[in-house]
């Protein structure tokens, strides 16, 4: 659908059409990623279908606010920020997430979504970077994960996998090499904080050699593990 297209259809729909359930929108640094020590816009949206035991945004899966996409990009806009991401939650769980991406690439951000990869993203705007998760066994979640989805991922695009020990890190070996994985987009892989050592990971991606980039999440370095940041 074209910018114009898509306006005309925003106008016609009722305002419930446009809105969007909002946690927070915050400026913050990227802490992850491609785009990790950019100065950032983060929209925040609220619920999740999945429940992760390592979970670091427990506080989004309920509550949060009503909030109609103009007023969204508004507020974005005041931040005076080049890279938006959108997160959550799940972000895709709410369907209108697919028009609040277009709209911020429409309006000229670098814009990322991170996703579980639970959800299809086969209609997520192709300029959208895609972060997205493969659930490893510890998180409660890998029968979540929706393989098709691989196919819908470009080399601007990232599968993260949040690893919480060695029989985590031996299933993402697996599928990094069954699926070939570092061959489609950037592979990360990163430390559940607290239950993993980020050195230990970092000597088994050495000795295995893999095509992977390790991360940490800079903004809990920056701010530990609060709400916002
Ligand atoms: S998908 Fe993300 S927001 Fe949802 S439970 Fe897992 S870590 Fe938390």
């Known amino acids: 659908m074209t910018a114009i297209v898509r306006e005309a259809a925003e106008a016609a729909a009722p305002a419930s059409a446009t809105r969007l359930r909002i946690t927070e929108i915050f400026h913050s640094i990227q802490g992850e990623a491609d785009a990790v020590g950019w100065p950032t816009v983060f929209v925040r949206l609220t619920g999740c279908p999945l429940r992760c035991t390592w979970c670091d945004t427990e506080y989004a899966f309920h509550g949060g606010q009503w909030r109609d996409l103009d007023t969204i990009l508004a507020e974005v806009a005041g931040y005076g920020a080049r890279h938006v991401c959108v997160t959550g939650g799940e972000p895709l769980a709410q369907k209108r997430c697919l028009a609040l991406l277009a ?58 996998c949040v690893l919480a020990d060695r029989a985590d890190y031996d299933w993402a070996v697996a599928r990094l090499r069954e699926h070939r994985l570092a ?27 893999l095509p992977v980039r390790f991360q940490l999440q800079l903004h809990k370095a920056l701010w530990g593990d609060v709400p916002g940041r």
């Open 183 to 209: 061959e489609r987009c950037t592979v990360l892989f990163s430390p559940v904080h607290g239950a993993l050592a980020p050195r230990e990971l970092a000597e088994w991606i050495l000795a295995d050699r």
């Open 103 to 160: 709209r911020l690439c429409d309006a000229g951000y670098e814009v990322a979504l991170e996703t579980s990869g639970a959800l299809d993203v086969s209609g997520v705007d192709r300029r959208v970077r895609k972060v997205m998760d493969l659930k490893a066994p510890g998180s409660g979640e890998a029968a979540r994960n929706l393989w098709s989805n691989l196919e819908h991922l470009t080399p601007r695009d990232q599968v993260k």
